[in-house]
């Protein structure tokens, strides 16, 4: 089991309010990465960090935001919800070992639906 | 485009079948990873392959790697009921910082007893 937590695991809000995806690990990980999944739908990187102070955007563009402050922990942050943004929020981490084989853990998912 | 491309997209077996899953990727990697996900959860690592390898085992699964076919595949034997989930394929290519890891379609896989 890997060691890495995200909270809340099901959040239901409101159009326009402020909402902030917990994500912590405790494995000492460097990099550390959010995802977003629609149901029955592949993986979409949206931000990664390589270590404190280091945030980049991913592959799909998001209107999310994330930070960095400790190593264990990679908030997700969006501003103002939108119904487009319902989907499963997956965070994840690894150690990079400086060798092109190091592996993801991943944590169980945020659901988050925007009504 | 998609980097990794799984098929079947669903696959329905009976309990004591074996279960393969293909994947097929466009550029070259460094290595490909096969992940499992029940439903409403998270990832789990399952085996990783390195390019320079063609085979590799673990308990009940045996992946595959071809790249000059740019395609992978996972062999689950002997499939059990608690084998039901989505199956990711996942190619890693090097970065300056690390692996970026893409990752495919995915495939539905439900073992009835």
């Known amino acids: 089991e890997a060691d890495i937590y995200q909270t809340p695991r099901y959040l239901v809000i409101g159009t326009g309010k402020k909402i902030t995806l917990e994500c912590s690990q405790t494995?000492?990980?460097?990099?550390m990465y959010w995802y977003q999944q629609d149901p029955g739908m592949e993986l979409h990187l949206i931000h990664y960090?390589?270590?404190?102070?280091?945030?980049e955007k991913g592959d799909l563009s998001s209107e999310s935001t994330v930070s960095r402050i400790r190593t264990e922990h990679f908030p997700l942050t969006l501003e103002s919800a939108r119904p487009s943004h319902t989907s499963q929020y997956l965070c994840?981490?690894?150690?990079?070992?400086?060798?092109?084989?190091?592996?993801?853990?991943f944590g169980e998912g945020s659901w988050l639906t925007v009504v | 485009s998609q980097q990794g491309e799984e098929d079947p997209q669903a696959l329905s077996i009976q309990e004591g079948e074996n279960a393969t899953m293909n994947c097929s990727y466009k550029?070259?990697?460094?290595?490909l990873q096969w992940y499992r996900q029940n439903s409403g959860r998270g990832l789990v690592h399952l085996i990783l392959?390195?390019?320079?390898?063609r085979e590799k085992h673990s308990g009940r699964l045996r992946v595959t790697l071809d790249t000059s076919k740019k395609s992978s595949s996972l062999l689950i034997t002997a499939s059990r009921a608690a084998d039901t989930a989505s199956y990711f394929c996942?190619?890693?290519?090097?970065?300056?910082?690390?692996?970026?890891?893409?990752f495919g379609t995915g495939t539905q896989l439900k073992v009835e007893l």
């Open positions: 994840a981490s690894s150690d990079y070992t400086g060798e092109p084989g190091n592996t993801i853990y």
């Open positions: 494995m000492g990980h460097d990099k």
């Open positions: 960090s390589y270590g404190v102070n280091s945030t």
């Open positions: 550029t070259s990697i460094n290595n």
């Open positions: 392959i390195r390019s320079n390898e």
């Open positions: 996942a190619t890693a290519i090097f970065t300056g910082g690390g692996n970026k890891l893409t």
